[in-house]
Every structure is written in structure tokens, then in C-alpha cells.
């Protein structure tokens, strides 16, 4: 029979505790928000694309909605959003009072597309929100065949 010193359960138990540790935090590691180059995010996450009308990326570092307004002709376009960071990201689409659209995309390199219809020209209402925030998020209107 062997006999180890009192301390050695508790070395083993500490060295274990550590190696858990290590390999949680190495598979949980996220994208630092704060610190992203957005530019350089959104060149890798947006596809190229002809016939873009509108288009922004930008963080969203807490729960307030970012609401821009574009200038757009009436037409069938594609509207593709993109985010990073964890969660979710949304998009909501108004023209003249109405909604267009309402998309979502999950924050883990996923894009989501959704076609809408804009029946005449005039100001698009988009609002980017989140309550997983922090992300970075980019979306994009393309005309559509």
C-alpha cells in the first residue's frame, strides 16, 4: 500500500480545477466588441454585392436601438443583416407608417435574409436592437431580380 502526504488530494484537486478552468475559457472566448474593427468585421461578414442601395454596420454596445433613416426608390430589394458577439440582432423596416420587415439574426456569424417590397420612393426607417448587446451588426439593401 502506497501513503501519500495529506496535501497531495488537494494539490490533484487544485491542478484539475485549473485544467477545467483553462479549457472552458478557451472555448467560451468571444470577439472583444469594444475593441472590433468594424470595417474590417463587416468586409469578411457581408457578402460583395451589386446594387447596393443602402447599408451601415456599427456596435451596439448596450440595450438602445440604433435608428438610422435611408432615402430609398420605390422597388424589390433583399435585405441581408449580420452580427457578432453572442445573442441575437434585429432589424425592423418602416416605410410610411408600415412595416416591411422584422428580421432577426443569431450574433454567431449567421447572416439572415429576408425580400421586401418598398411601393414607393421615399424614407426607410431601419432600427437596430439587441438586448444581448454588446455586438457588432451590419446589414445591406440590394435591389432584387
Known amino acids: 500500500m502506497v501513503l501519500f502526504p495529506s496535501s497531495l488530494p488537494r494539490t490533484l484537486s487544485a491542478v484539475a480545477a485549473a ?10 472566448q468571444q470577439l472583444s466588441v469594444e475593441n472590433a474593427d468594424v470595417p474590417a468585421w463587416k468586409a469578411t461578414a ?11 454596420a456599427g456596435k451596439i454596445l448596450n440595450a438602445q436601438p440604433i435608428d438610422l433613416t435611408e432615402d430609398v426608390p420605390a422597388g424589390k430589394y433583399t435585405l441581408t443583416l449580420a452580427c457578432e458577439g453572442g445573442g441575437k440582432a434585429f432589424l425592423a423596416v418602416r416605410s410610411g407608417g408600415k412595416e416591411l420587415a422584422d428580421l432577426g439574426a443569431a450574433c454567431y456569424g449567421a447572416r439572415e435574409s429576408v425580400k421586401i417590397t418598398l411601393p414607393e420612393s421615399g424614407p426607410l426607417e431601419l432600427s437596430v436592437s439587441s438586448v444581448d448587446a454588446p455586438l457588432i451588426y451590419a446589414y445591406q439593401l440590394v435591389t432584387a431580380d
Do not use: N, R, Y
Not at 19 to 28: F, M, Y
Not at 46 to 56: F, L, N, R
Open 19 to 28: 485544467a477545467v478552468l483553462l479549457g472552458v475559457s478557451g472555448c467560451a
Open 46 to 56: 457581408m457578402p460583395s454585392a451589386s446594387g447596393v442601395v443602402a447599408e451601415d
